[in-house]
C-alpha cells in the first residue's frame, strides 16, 4: 500500500512539472516578466522540482543559424550602402589610397618611358582614366552587388560570425567573385568608352610604342580594371564589417545588435 501511494505521489509530481513547464513555457512566449514565472512556479513546486523546471527553460537569447546568416547578409548589405557607395563619386578609387588602381606592372614600364620623354601628364591622365572607368563601372552595377549579397547562403554561419574581422567578405568573395566578374567585365567595357578612358590608352600606347627601341606593349585593360575594381568593392564592405565588430554604434538593426553581440563575449 505504501509503494502504491508513493507512486501515486510521483506521477503526481510529474504531472505538475509538465504542467508548469507548459505554462511557463506559454508565459515566456506572451513576453511576460521572468519574475512572474519563477513566484508561480516557488507557489506550487519543492525546490528539486523548481530546479528541474528552470534547466528546461528555452533560451530567448539564442540564435538560429539562418538568423545568424541574415545578421552577416545585413552587415554586407551596410558594406554597399555605406562603404561601396563611395567608390562611385569622382575620386573614389583615384583618391582612395586602399583602392586606388595603379598600372599592371607592364605599364609601368610605359609610365616611365613617357615620363622621360616629356609626356608625364599623358601618364597621369592614363592612370586617372582607369580609375575613372571603376567608379562609373560601379556605380551602374552596384544592384549585382545586392543581388549577389541577397542570394548568398552561409554554410556555417556562427563560425563565420566568430572568425575574422573580414570573415563575411571573405566568404562573400569566395562565393561570388568569378560570377560577379563575368557581370561585371562588360560594365567595364562600357564605362572605358564612356568615361574617354579607351582613347586616352590608345593614344598613350600609340605614343609609347613609336618610342624607339622599346618593346612593343598591347594590354587588355579590361581584364585588370575590372580585376582590381572588384578587389576594391570587397576591401569596402569588409571596411564596414570591421566597423560594425568593434562598433556597436554601426550596428543600425536589431538583428545586427543581436548577432554581432555573440562575438562580442569571445
Known sequence: MAMIEEQIVLNKSDHMEKMFLTL???????????????????????????????????????LTQEQIGQGLRQALDNGIQHQVSKLTAVDGFYGNELVKILLPEELRVVDKGLRKIGLGKLADEGLKAINRTAEDAVKTATPIFVSAV???????A???????????????????NQKLYGEFQPVI????????????????????NSIPFVKKVNPDLTDYV????????????AVEEKGIREKVGLRNTTLLKRVFALQDKI
Open 24 to 62: 511557463i513555457n506559454n508565459i515566456i512566449k506572451n513576453n511576460m516578466k521572468k519574475i512572474i514565472v519563477l513566484l508561480v512556479a516557488i507557489q506550487f513546486l519543492g525546490c528539486s522540482e523548481l530546479q528541474k523546471v528552470v534547466n528546461q527553460i528555452p533560451t530567448q537569447g539564442s
Open 158 to 176: 556562427k563560425n563565420i560570425l566568430l572568425g575574422e574581422q573580414n570573415a563575411a567578405t571573405v566568404y562573400l568573395e569566395g562565393k561570388t
Open 150 to 156: 541577397k542570394d548568398i547562403s552561409f554554410a556555417d
Open 226 to 237: 575590372t580585376k582590381q575594381a572588384l578587389d576594391g568593392v570587397y576591401t569596402m564592405i
Open 189 to 208: 567595357k562600357r564605362s572605358f568608352s564612356k568615361v574617354g578612358a579607351d582613347k586616352i590608352w590608345s593614344d598613350l600606347i600609340s605614343k609609347y
